[in-house]
């Protein structure tokens, strides 16, 4: 076997990854755990990217909708760095906004990629008529 027969998987581990930690941002705002239990405001702007988060998150963990769901999360990325880290410093080392540029670019990614194996997604592809089995 040569590298790229697991390049496919090596995508599919990344998105569960991605998904998780994407999920546990927005856990941390709407419930507070992990963290100090204190959940933010459900109807705060906080509130709203705590939903998109754990929401968003969950769908591209399982590759559910994955398309859409990394693309409003690409979306929350880049506002939040723009809206919180961008003012405190033009550098993100100094205003701390590698994880929103992170997660803003690994989600455009799985926006124009697609889920790939190990997800829903794929599973709802192959049972539509008319569509090819993707190996």
Request: glycine content about 12%; hydrophobic content about 55%.
């Amino acid at each position: 076997m040569n590298a790229s027969t697991y390049t496919s998987y090596a995508y599919a581990l990344l998105r569960l990854v991605a998904g998780l930690l994407f999920a546990l941002h927005g856990s941390q705002k709407l419930l507070g755990f992990p963290g100090d239990g204190h959940p933010v405001p459900l109807g705060s702007l906080m509130g709203v990217a705590g939903i998109i988060e754990l929401v968003g998150g969950l769908l591209i963990m399982v590759g559910l909708f994955a398309r859409p769901a990394a693309f409003l999360a690409s979306g929350e990325m880049a506002v939040a760095y723009f809206m919180a880290h961008f003012p405190q410093s033009p550098w993100p080392a100094v205003n701390h906004g590698e994880p929103a540029i992170l997660f803003c670019f690994l989600f455009l990614l799985i926006a124009a990629a697609g889920a790939g194996v190990w997800s829903l997604d794929g599973l709802r592809n192959r049972r539509l008529p008319g569509t090819a089995v993707a190996a």
